[in-house]
């Protein structure tokens, strides 16, 4: 039975990596060992298993940048950046003495002459292939991908990174293009306008957007046919993590988002104990079908009670259920009886500017003040300070010192003042003409449950996208993509994607957003959501990384301190 994952972008990558890597190598009988570095490991990882490997004639993984054993009888595949650490390290395996019987190189994108050149002087009678993937993003999910670069965050948004911005916005574009590329999508670019604050505009979007469409342009400008490739029924917008501040930093009550923001898991691993006290870890994927099935839930909806019917109901879920979302259940109700119930009602009156009953919210300060009041930990407290802030458009001066000083982060108020380099209005404008708000779509018909209320804003924007209703005011053509597409199928001339047992696509269009500065889990499940209502248009949504609330506070923290490497203000979880 095959273990790789049938989900999506995993699936597309694997089959890419298929396709080339694995078909040149299966002309060769003989079995062989395959290289890796760090971003390649984590993207083999992330759509294939060993065992996968192990069929299609690779026995043995190795890490680049480790000493490794000579076999002179085996072929080396090395699957790599095309980076000047990479390539020395490649020549390093061969320069004074091979320590393969020949090599097989394939980069993830694109390699200057310049490594090309140096390769080649050192290496060039090894080599028997050298080839360029177009694959340098991760697919983390089904329709979620990233560029596996947090750091790109502080580089975009410091004043200390001013220099770096440019180059993090040129490798950003090239590995979106990548995935464009990867989906055969040659995408009309929009992007979300440019805010303007205290006399600062904010265009890394606009800027992004440029970038993309020129190098979409650059790489589709000649297709295998020798033919120019045109744009095809896809939609690619960029917006900025500022555009929505609320959602991720809400305390949300749906599996997957829950656990990520209250349960300590690392590289998608929980650890726990088991009934006999021993320390076991499961890996939160979508090869575990179960964790695919419940992970946009709410919890609500997965008791205990409810997991035990399941067992009952599919006992080839039986060991899942009992070992691994039995605890991670369990642990999450833990927190939320013992300190986020009480957070969440604030929360979502601050975050919609109403209460449950629909009435409004006419003095924030009293839903806030009960919080601080509260002897919650200093996270959460800044996380309803922030809420409180945003759902004014930013307070007085005054008013918010009282609030650090409530808080007690004197010492650290750039928790919520560093939000201005985001474009987030923290101390009210004396403007005459205050930042407007988008709309939102109206939900009141919707069913929800009390305290998950507020909808993230990257919903509404998918679903006017879709319906064909983003208002170009607000999202400028970087290029324009065939005529009135319209995300929900009333094109019915589509250009068909290239037909290939790799890809049995759904036919239709494709959405895809790209998030500068980090997505939250709860902005993830809104692309599956709109994706299952629509059905004839796939959401995907990417950005340089994923974000849970207090890695974004901290985050947002470090950007004005002046040092290279990321400090952060510790703050022990109560």
């Not at 580089?155 to 770096?164: L, V």
């Not at 604050?197 to 265009?203: A, R, V």
């Amino acid at each position: 039975m095959a273990t790789v994952s049938e989900h999506g972008l995993k699936r597309v990558v694997w089959q890419r990596i298929k396709e080339t890597i694995i078909e040149d190598c299966k002309k060769s009988e003989i079995w062989k060992i395959l290289i890796l570095d760090h971003f390649t490991t984590k993207l083999l990882s992330s759509c294939c298993k060993m065992s996968d490997l192990m069929q299609e004639g690779i026995t043995i993984v190795e890490d680049l940048y480790k000493s490794r054993e000579p076999v002179l009888e085996m072929k080396a595949i090395y699957f790599m950046t095309p980076t000047a650490k990479c390539v020395d390290a490649f020549i390093g395996d061969f320069k004074l003495k091979p320590k393969y019987k020949a090599a097989y190189v394939y980069f993830t994108d694109y390699c200057s002459d310049e490594l090309f050149n140096k390769m080649k002087l050192y290496c060039g009678k090894y080599i028997r292939v050298c080839k360029e993937l177009n694959i340098s993003f991760l697919p983390q999910e089904s329709q979620v991908f990233t560029c596996d670069n947090p750091g790109a965050f502080r580089s975009i948004y410091s004043p200390h990174c001013s220099q770096d911005k440019g180059n993090t916005l040129e490798t950003l574009a090239a590995q979106i293009v990548t995935l464009c590329a990867t989906l055969d999508e040659n995408p009309g670019v929009r992007y979300k306008k440019e805010t303007m604050l205290e006399n600062t505009t904010l265009d890394n979007a606009k800027q992004l957007a440029a970038l993309v469409d020129y190098k979409l342009t650059k790489h589709y400008d000649m297709d295998d046919n020798g033919k120019k490739k045109g744009k095809t029924q896809a939609q690619l917008l960029i917006v900025e993590r500022g555009f929505d501040p609320v959602t991720p930093i809400l305390h949300e009550l749906t599996y997957q988002a829950m656990a990520y923001d209250l349960v300590p898991i690392k590289n998608d691993t929980y650890k726990y104990k088991s009934k006999d006290g021993s320390e076991k870890e499961a890996l939160l994927n979508e090869d575990d079908q179960l964790w695919a099935r419940l992970r946009h839930m709410h919890i609500a909806e997965i008791t205990i009670s409810g997991l035990s019917q399941l067992m009952k109901k599919m006992p080839h879920f039986r060991k899942q259920i009992k070992t691994v979302h039995l605890n991670l259940t369990e642990d999450c109700m833990n927190h939320f009886q013992k300190n986020v119930e009480k957070l969440c009602k604030a929360e979502q009156d601050l975050a919609v500017g109403s209460d449950v009953e629909g009435v409004k919210v006419k003095d924030p300060m009293r839903t806030l003040l009960p919080v601080l009041l509260h002897p919650h930990g200093t996270y959460d407290k800044i996380r309803a300070v922030l809420l409180y802030i945003f759902s004014l458009n930013g307070t007085t001066e005054e008013n918010l010192n009282k609030l650090i000083q409530h808080v007690k982060i004197e010492e650290d108020r750039e928790f919520i003042l560093n939000w201005r380099e985001l474009g987030v209005p923290i101390i009210s404008s004396p403007s005459f003409f205050p930042m407007r708000r988008s709309s939102r779509r109206d939900r009141t018909q919707e069913e929800t449950y009390s305290l998950s209320r507020w909808t993230p804003v990257i919903k509404d924007v998918m679903e006017d996208a879709v319906e064909n209703k983003l208002e170009t005011k607000e999202w400028p053509h970087q290029s324009e993509c065939p005529a009135a597409w319209n995300g929900s199928g009333a094109v019915s001339a589509r250009q068909k994607h290239k037909a290939s047992s790799q890809d049995e696509r759904r036919s239709g269009s494709r959405l895809i957003i790209f998030v500068i500065g980090g997505i939250s889990y709860s902005e993830m499940r809104s692309a599956y959501q709109v994706t299952q209502s629509v059905k004839s248009c796939e959401v995907i949504i990417g950005s340089s990384h994923i974000v849970t609330p207090m890695e974004l506070l901290d985050d947002i923290q470090a950007l004005s301190k002046p040092t290279t490497t990321k400090e952060t203000f510790t703050i022990v979880k109560e």
